[in-house]
């Protein structure tokens, strides 16, 4: 979506917008903590994320791939930067394949400073002299795809601080095909008033989004003040000067003071804001809750789909997933990125293109062994793994093997069934309680356009044991209103499915649409998902040493349980589905197994990456049996 077309929706429904501004990590660890910042703060509501470039080399490699990731994983609309610095025509165009390959189509085309070794700045050899030659180019190489940003300086730039030659400038780059305009950081919102009438009297009517920054610490607040040479108004130093050696005093006051100016700049007319983050939530965070720009749980952020939607290269129509992939969604879109087409409006035979294979895709438990030891502990009896299960859904610890996020306040409702289960030694990996017809605006529920409403049927996915599946399937098959799936990692699969289409588990009825079902359960993507499922479990396994308490279990877990789901098709029946299970549970479920020559975990290091499963003889305790 082009951002031209996010300020026009902000200033139709009168409502502000705002958007955040990333730049790359220098490390390896940085990017990650970064990426998992950007899913964190997509919760805040931004319309846009936009990425800083990075001129030459991995930095300018790993602008492209983090456009990607917020495009493809995220669902992040991003807009890409763009410098003429040290880039000439072939590496422009070159990136600009991969903004459009990553699904992006926004470009903030910028000259850039000159190189650190440079005093001043020259345009590369076969390169673009100004942005105006940029934002030409790429007008003329993709026509409409692209919306183009340019830079605006309401107090000058770092080597020209004349305004009417930056506002004929400005100008230039507009004629050229520019449709928004960023400005640089400012706190004088009097100044920025001004220029902004100035901009007008030149005919420049494309809309401008004033750059803010947060006020994280009083240090790095001088820094940028300092090296933009931006004017910060006397008021705010004679507060912030006597606290500035308290950081939390700073953030609290730079909130106000930032929060001031943003209000401001609204009264002015503006209706959109784009936040310099940092790479930093705190202070953003601070200044959105005083503005009460947040969502709250009477003001949920709106969401088209009761899932993440992926935003890369012909995906913006897909609207059918299986919910086996809900805690997963970055595996999905992996998994079907060559997919030719995606799912709208119905979901299609997944057999060709199939899902791709775990390998390719790099599909699998992330993090280091010692990481994930620390995280999920060393479980040595079924009691623990079920314990490590009721920590993640009481929300105590962010995590497990099968799920990269935390639960959402949706399995509120079913909470405290899920504990039951697990403490009886039934493992839960995916959930979701019946709604029968709430409104589509509903804090917790709610999904796609107003006025409309939503529909759930339970749904219920975890590991069961051997020796407990018969009777869990006997109960099942008396029930007309139940269907499941059950699989072992071998391939052992039953089901009482009348067929292998697909079963809605969500939908919707909205005014003046067709019924939206987008989320099913079929056969073809649960053996696909069982394959993922099973080899997350024994990538858990394999961060112990072998013949270790915690990897026997595990292994055995893996090797000899039934992954199982159940759909209950009575959308108003929260309970039935949770009934099943009465008077099973899991004997000597908090009994130790007993590893190989009597190991504890870490006594002896792994030599191969592979585990034969020798040690499952020694798992006796691990049995179930039906109780009254």
Avoid at 382 to 401: E, N
Avoid at 479 to 489: G, H
Avoid at 592 to 616: C, F, L, M, R, Y
């Amino acid at each position: 979506m082009h951002i031209n077309e996010m300020l026009a929706e902000a200033e139709k429904t009168g409502q502000p917008s705002f958007s955040f501004e990333y730049f790359p990590p220098k490390t390896a660890q940085g990017v990650q903590n970064l990426y998992d910042r950007m899913e964190r703060m997509y919760d805040f509501g931004p319309k846009f994320i936009d990425i800083t470039w990075g001129a030459g080399g991995r930095i300018a490699e790993l602008t492209c791939d983090m456009v990607l990731q917020a495009q493809a994983y995220f669902g992040l609309e991003t807009c890409m930067h763009l410098t003429c610095t040290d880039m000439g025509e072939e590496k422009i165009n070159d990136a600009l394949r991969k903004a459009y390959k990553a699904g992006c189509t926004n470009i903030l085309a910028l000259r850039g400073d000159p190189p650190r070794e440079k005093e001043k700045w020259v345009a590369t050899d076969g390169g673009f002299q100004y942005a105006r030659d940029l934002v030409a180019h790429i007008r003329k190489t993709y026509g409409n795809h692209f919306d183009i940003g340019v830079a605006g300086y309401p107090e000058g730039c770092d080597d020209n601080k004349d305004e009417e030659i930056l506002l004929d400038h400005l100008k230039e780059k507009v004629d050229m095909g520019a449709t928004f305009i960023v400005t640089q950081m400012f706190y004088d919102a009097d100044n920025f008033v001004r220029w902004v009438g100035k901009v007008r009297e030149r005919g420049i009517t494309v809309p401008i989004v004033p750059g803010i920054m947060p006020i994280a610490t009083y240090a790095s607040f001088l820094r940028r003040v300092n090296h933009m040479k931006c004017k910060v108004p006397e008021r705010w130093m004679t507060v912030l000067e006597p606290i500035k050696n308290d950081d939390a005093a700073v953030r609290e006051v730079g909130k106000t003071l930032v929060a001031e100016l943003c209000r401001k700049i609204m009264t002015a007319g503006i209706v959109h804001l784009h936040f310099y983050t940092m790479n930093l939530a705190q202070a953003t965070r601070m200044v959105l809750e005083e503005l009460d720009w947040m969502p709250t749980t009477t003001r949920p952020r709106k969401q088209a789909l009761p899932w993440k939607q992926s935003l890369a290269l012909g995906r913006r129509e897909e609207d059918v997933r299986p919910i086996f992939w809900r805690n997963r969604n970055k595996s999905y879109v992996s998994r079907t990125q060559d997919w030719d087409e995606f799912p709208n409006g119905r979901w299609g035979d997944s057999r060709s293109p199939a899902f791709g294979e775990l390998d390719a895709y790099g599909i699998g438990l992330t993090g280091t062994n010692e990481s994930n030891r620390k995280r999920w502990g060393e479980p040595k009896s079924v009691q623990d793994i079920a314990s490590l299960v009721v920590k993640y859904i009481q929300r105590d610890i962010p995590s497990l093997p099968w799920s990269e996020a935390p639960l959402t306040t949706e399995s509120d409702a079913i909470t405290e069934d899920l504990i039951k289960l697990n403490q009886r030694g039934f493992l839960t990996i995916n959930s979701q309680p019946a709604v029968d017809g709430v409104k589509s605006t509903h804090s917790i529920y709610g999904w796609g356009p107003p006025n409309g409403y939503v529909y759930q049927k339970a749904y219920l996915e975890l590991l069961v044991s051997p020796e407990l599946i018969p009777e869990v399937i006997r109960r099942i098959e008396a029930n007309p209103d139940l269907s499941y799936y059950a699989v072992t990692q071998t391939g052992n699969f039953t089901t009482n499915a009348p067929s292998e289409g697909p079963n809605a588990v969500t939908w919707g009825v909205f005014p003046g649409k067709e019924i939206v079902q987008p989320t099913i359960v079929e056969t073809i993507s649960f053996l696909a998902w069982k394959d993922e499922a099973f080899r997350l479990g024994v990538d858990w396994a394999h961060c112990y040493d072998a013949d270790s308490p915690s990897r026997v279990l595990i292994e055995k877990i893996m090797n000899e349980w039934y992954l199982i789901n159940i759909v209950n098709n009575d959308f108003r029946d929260q309970r039935t589905i949770f009934e099943l299970f009465n008077g099973l549970t899991v004997k000597d479920i908090d009994v130790p197994v007993t590893a190989p020559n009597g190991q504890a975990n870490g006594i002896h290091k792994e030599t191969n990456g592979d585990s034969t499963g020798s040690g499952n003889a020694a798992v006796a305790a691990v049995a179930a049996v039906a109780t009254a």
